[in-house]
């Protein structure tokens, strides 16, 4: 199926948006975590808003940006996040962000998020568990302070172009149910330099 088929056509900016049942799922790692209700959100991937909306369901006050403008969503600045200059925050950026990144610049998205923000604040990123492999993500995670990675004990639904219902079912809680990757959220904190802890988010 696109949208969870690895093999499948790739949507031209890896646009896979996250069923929001991820945040509302995840409301106690991130009291956990520090991602305080008191600090500005920025999700600079936002797709159609699954996520930023979902924060914002919950009491996060949050901005949102994308590469390209989606359907008829309007609520939201076109940005290139890669391309920001960081010399339009003074000093640097006091906010925290979270985004699901288009994975094949998730490591671009996690260099520029510590290049933008101000010591001790949060970006906290959705991908799959597989982005902890290789030899020079292991340095990436060491150089930009990877706190904690969270990882989901059930299976999260991620759809090309955000078409949930063509791919998935909902149940009574309107949770999507078929997902075929194992996900988690990789928290990044600007300044830090110590070991990495993992939870689990059941």
Known sequence: MLGVN?????????????????????????????????????????????????????????????????????????????????????????ANILTNPPFKLASQFIEKSMELLNTGYLAVFFLKIQFLETPKRAKLFKECGLKYVGVFSERICCAKNGEFDKYFKQDDT???????????????QNGYKGNTELRWIN
């Open 6 to 94: 690895p093999e499948a056509e790739r949507e031209e900016n890896d646009f896979y948006a996250t069923d929001p049942w991820a945040i509302y799922k995840s409301q106690t790692f991130f009291n956990e975590i520090g991602l305080s209700k008191d600090t500005l959100i920025w999700e600079p991937a936002c797709g159609l808003k699954h996520l930023s909306d979902a924060l914002s369901n919950i009491g996060y006050n949050v901005i949102t940006s994308d590469l390209v403008q989606r359907g008829n969503m309007t609520r939201h600045e076109v940005k290139d996040f890669l391309n920001v200059n960081s010399n339009m925050f003074c000093p640097k950026l006091d």
């Open 174 to 188: 309107g949770r999507y149910k078929g997902g075929t990757q194992l996900y988690a959220w990789f928290v990044f």
